[in-house]
Nanobody, 119 residues
């Protein structure tokens, strides 16, 4: 059974920093493309950042230079370091793992963690 469990969300002032973590279980971590998505109230879920099994990263334009995604395959954990946070970064952040195993595609989501940027 695959599970993704996020942590690290909270309330932070504009300009502050937070680091989100997502621990994966179920034997898929090292082969997956891992991503962080977010969904603000009234908006569609959007990709924030992703990292492939080979370490290639991709970022939304709105977070480039402020957010960093990384993965630790020894700990089955993917991180999202967020700096210079803005009120518009307020959203529920979701961890995602997708890939192909035994010839079948998979796409798993965590339960989400709230990030609120406000003074």
């Amino acid at each position: 059974q695959v599970q993704l469990v996020e942590s690290g969300g909270g309330l932070v002032q504009p300009g502050g920093s937070l680091t989100l973590s997502c621990v994966a279980s179920g034997g898929i971590f090292s082969i997956s493309v891992l991503g962080w998505y977010r969904q603000a109230p009234g908006k569609q879920r959007e990709l924030v950042a992703s990292v492939t099994s080979g370490g290639t990263t991709n970022y939304a334009d709105s977070v480039k230079g402020r957010f960093t995604i990384s993965r630790d395959n020894t700990k089955n954990t993917v991180y999202l370091q967020m700096a210079s946070l803005k009120p518009e970064d307020t959203a529920v952040y979701y961890c995602n793992a997708k890939g192909i195993r035994f010839g079948s595609k998979y796409d798993y989501w965590g339960q989400g963690t709230q990030v609120t940027v406000s003074s």
